[in-house]
């Protein structure tokens, strides 16, 4: 049974930089899909950043573009977010997953329902 662990939410400014990182705590192996996801109030959820590891391969949302990075974390079962120039539309709840299936590389289409494991999710908050 695999089991995620978000952690480094938190508050920051217009502007500002938050760092999330995800651990994949229980069975880990390589290639598979991994994705950040957020969910705002009111708003649907909103799949935004995805890493295939094994290759590094890497893509994200036209919201998230050029303004925060997916990569595989130091230890080969964690994964971070960093996100620089925080907007205040970025506050949500964020949750990292992973895809069920190995060799699912993250190219598009992706389902959140191919992801079956999840993060409890962290907030974060941007302020204006």
């Known amino acids: 049974q695999v089991r995620l662990v978000e952690s480094g939410g938190g508050s920051a400014q217009a502007g500002g930089s938050l760092r999330l990182s995800c651990l994949v705590d229980?069975?880990?192996?390589?290639?598979?899909?991994m994705a950040w996801f957020r969910q705002a109030p009111v708003k649907e959820r909103e799949e935004f950043a995805f890493l295939y590891t094994g290759t590094g391969y890497t893509r994200y949302a036209d919201s998230v573009k050029g303004r925060f990075t997916i990569s595989q974390g130091s230890a080969a079962n964690t994964m971070s977010l960093q996100m620089n120039s925080l907007k205040p539309e970025d506050t949500a709840v964020y949750y990292c997953?992973?895809?069920?299936?190995?060799?699912?590389?993250?190219?598009?289409?992706?389902?959140?329902?191919?992801?079956?494991?999840w993060g409890q999710g962290t907030q974060v908050i941007v302020s204006s």
């Open positions: 229980g069975s880990f192996d390589d290639y598979h899909c």
């Open positions: 997953a992973r895809d069920v299936l190995r060799f699912r590389t993250c190219a598009p289409p992706v389902k959140a329902t191919d992801f079956g494991a």
